[in-house]
């Protein structure tokens, strides 16, 4: 798994990198928090990212924010750990209303680093299987297990939606039903296997 570490100091910086190296994770490291945004914004970001508090051009709080902001959590989800030499309950207050998922204060012990990033990382695993879940679960609802075409509940649903667009554009709707021709014949002299069958073509050529 990608992990992200955004880090102003080179010492803390690549201690943090070679620390997460050795536990197998592919690491990507920047020097201040306008970088860590940009890699962020790019397609398919790490998931796991490691921002110290303090940076140049942007903050580690700041940067929570703008992730939480702008990255969907229903597509994927982000965990971030925010690195900082700020003890204070009431700032860590902030850190976490920012986004952060967890917290470790400065200067931070590597295994504990190791086992708070695991953590983490069971977590995006968990949220990538319960959206897997939910898409499988939608396209149960709303196709037809034979021929994977839209089903009865889901057709007068998105019929709906385009006559609501028809009337908003002050356009036409044209609906084509299509019958199957003599189809009760098939499935009498041939069976419903080979029925089954004619529907699929069916459903691919249309």
């Known amino acids: 798994m990608r992990v992200l570490i955004a880090e102003d100091d080179v010492t803390s910086r690549r201690i943090l990198e070679s620390t997460l190296a050795k536990c197998g994770y592919e690491v990507t490291a920047v020097r201040d928090g306008a970088e860590a945004w940009r890699a962020m914004q790019a397609d398919n970001p790490p998931l796991l990212v490691v921002l110290d508090w303090i940076m140049p051009e942007m903050d580690g709080v700041e940067v929570c924010r703008n ?8 597509e994927r989800y982000v965990y971030i750990i925010l690195l900082t030499s700020k003890g204070s309950k009431e700032e860590v207050v902030v850190g976490i209303e920012a986004g952060a998922d967890d917290y470790m204060v400065k200067p931070f012990h590597p295994q504990e680093l190791r086992v708070r990033i695991r953590a983490g990382q069971r977590i995006v695993e968990l949220h990538s299987e319960l959206v897997s879940a939910k ?27 385009e006559l609501s667009r028809a009337r908003r554009e002050k356009r036409s709707l044209g ?29 691919k050529r249309i």
């Open 175 to 203: 609906v084509a039903m299509i019958d199957i021709d003599h189809f009760k014949r098939v499935n009498d002299s041939l069976g419903h296997l080979t029925g089954d069958g004619v529907l699929r073509e069916c459903a």
């Open 135 to 161: 898409e499988a679960l939608k396209i149960q609802a709303t196709l037809d297990t034979l021929t994977g075409l839209l089903n009865h509940g889901a057709i007068l649903e998105r019929l709906k939606m």
């Open 67 to 74: 992730i939480r902001g702008h990255i969907p959590m229903h």
